[in-house]
């Protein structure tokens, strides 16, 4: 079935580090893949998406590429912040669900 | 207040005892979906629903029952709790399969 494989955590960055966490997938279909985030506490908020290869979701300076030929979604940030500390779920949804990774432990110190 | 609410919040119980845990959402979704979040296990897929009426098995569908005679509505039922099923909660809403989910604040369940 359908699944997602996300780089595991958790990973600590200082202010202004240059942030990659990978996701690779595999998928019977054509599939929309999809970024969240969830802060302490909270459900789970959408970061970004692509639906279709080729495509560049992005928000808040983060930023991902449906690669189809590599099946990858990597989501990247050129400068993060203390305030993007939370954990990032890689998602993609197929065949009338959504199914997502385990999620990335993200720290980012002053 | 307009979105997506679930209910209790935290909720302890023992095991074989029969627990419902509630989820409402104001927009009009058609997709409702259940997930449990476990460490090391990120959210996995417990049922989903395309619509009233219509209910489907995720993953990790064993031990757990839906219904959704109303769009808005969809209960979640562990019809004999048991340890294993201590974690956090989470519904979701959506307008399709594709589209953005809307999640609640998730319900922590502690089965003793």
């Known amino acids: 079935g359908d699944s997602v494989t996300q780089m595991e955590g958790p990973v600590t960055l200082s202010e202004e580090a240059f942030l990659t966490i990978n996701c690779t997938y595999t998928?019977?279909?054509?599939?929309?893949l999809f970024w969240y985030v969830q802060y302490p506490g909270e459900g789970l908020q959408l970061l970004l998406k692509?639906?279709?290869?080729?495509d560049k979701g992005s928000n808040k300076g983060f930023e991902a590429t449906y690669r189809k030929e590599t099946t990858s979604f990597h989501l990247e940030k050129g400068s993060v912040q203390v305030s993007d500390s939370a954990v990032y779920f890689c998602?993609?949804?197929?065949?009338?669900?959504?199914?997502f990774g385990a999620g990335t432990r993200l720290t980012v110190k002053p | 207040d307009a979105g997506i609410t679930q209910s209790p919040r935290y909720k302890i119980t023992e095991t074989g005892r029969q627990v419902t845990l509630m989820c409402h959402q104001t927009w009009s979704h058609s997709y409702m979906f259940w997930y449990r979040q476990d460490l090391g296990h990120g959210l996995r897929l417990i049922y989903y629903?395309?619509?009233?009426?219509?209910?489907d098995k995720g993953e990790v569908s064993d031990g757990y029952v839906v219904s959704r005679s109303k769009t808005e509505n969809f209960p979640l039922t562990l019809e004999s709790a048991t340890r294993s099923q201590t974690s956090v909660y989470f519904c979701?809403?959506?307008?399709?399969?594709?589209?953005?989910?809307?999640f609640g604040s998730g319900t922590q369940l502690s089965v003793l």
């Open positions: 692509a639906t279709k290869a080729d």
């Open positions: 998602a993609l949804s197929d065949n009338n669900d959504m199914r």
């Open positions: 979701a809403s959506g307008r399709g399969v594709n589209e953005k989910l809307f």
């Open positions: 998928a019977t279909g054509y599939p929309s």
């Open positions: 629903s395309a619509a009233a009426d219509i209910t």
